[in-house]
């Protein structure tokens, strides 16, 4: 008996672990397979995506980002902050010159830049460990065979994060980093899932490229897992519903376990199958 129970503890560990685990990243890949656009119809478009000069090139130091290639994860986040640290000054001079041109016709435009100074000073001041998952240049292969990226026709681009960050899960908090007129804004995203292809991704819709970064967020330095009732692009997972209390029965979690060992096609196993000795007690 004692060992039946320890059999059965040591297979509810192994589940509980099992279900909890995110999908880990492989080696890095190249910007060829990283990064896909669909203009506003629906139409596939080809992008040409390089570096940024200034992070690429090791020799161009105390540029603006300076520091972001750092192996240490920490040195790194606090680059992209001191970046936009100084973004935001950028802002403060834009700002200033609006606001003295006293334009009425510019309230929009001032509204608009107070409001991405905003997001900025949020994200730099933060203590937030950022990861960085890329910085790079965005252009359109071929552009005179492409319409042109305005707000007229804003250009959707899908960035796969697998390969480039670990730990990844969906929810997880992504920013959007693009460079436009010299300052940098500020978008949210989340990473989603795509089963079709097996790929966690965020996707963000332009009006104009230039340079882009993308970033994750983390509160405590630590991976931000969502733990879905099934790992995504699994759809054989068991799962049990937990009563209002957040408990669940022996007979549940026996359920549970039977039906994760004939998922994992491991092992044969029937609840219902017996030792065929009588009982002691009832002679059956």
């Not at 920490?74 to 000054?89: C, G, I, N, Q, Y």
């Not at 001079?93 to 334009?103: A, F, S, V």
């Not at 900025?120 to 240049?137: F, H, K, M, Y």
């Not at 969502?226 to 997972?237: L, R, S």
């Amino acid at each position: 008996m004692k060992m039946k129970k320890l059999t059965a503890l040591a297979l509810a560990g192994a589940l509980c672990l099992g279900m909890s685990t995110v999908a880990l990243a492989a080696p890095s890949v190249g910007p060829e397979d990283a990064y896909s656009a669909t203009s506003k119809d629906g139409q596939n478009v080809d992008l040409d995506v390089t570096n940024v000069p200034e992070w690429a090139n090791g020799t161009l130091r105390g540029t603006q980002y300076d520091g972001w290639d750092s192996a240490d994860a920490e040195d790194a986040s606090d680059a992209v902050k001191d970046t936009l640290k100084r973004s935001s000054e950028h802002y403060g001079t834009r700002l200033e010159y609006l606001k003295q041109l006293g334009d009425p016709d510019r309230a929009g435009e001032i509204a608009e830049l107070e409001k991405q100074r905003a997001a900025v000073d949020e994200l730099a001041n933060s203590d937030v460990l950022i990861e960085i998952a890329d910085l790079v240049e965005l252009n359109i292969k071929n552009p005179s065979n492409a319409n042109p990226v305005d707000p007229r026709h804003p250009l959707t681009v899908k960035f796969v994060l697998n390969k480039r960050l670990e730990n990844l899960a969906v929810g997880q908090q992504i920013r959007i980093m693009h460079k436009v007129d010299g300052l940098w804004q500020v978008y949210e995203g989340e990473v989603k899932w795509d089963a079709a292809s097996s790929e966690f991704y965020v996707e963000h819709s332009f009006t104009e490229l230039s340079p882009v970064a993308i970033l994750r967020v983390n509160s405590d330095g630590s991976a931000q897992v969502t733990p879905p009732a099934q790992q995504p692009g699994d759809t054989n997972q068991p799962t049990v519903t937990p009563d209002g209390n957040g408990q669940i029965t022996a007979d549940q979690l026996a359920e549970l376990l039977v039906k994760k060992l004939q998922a994992n096609g491991a092992v044969k196993f029937d609840r219902t199958a017996t030792s065929g000795k009588a009982s002691p007690k009832t002679g059956e």
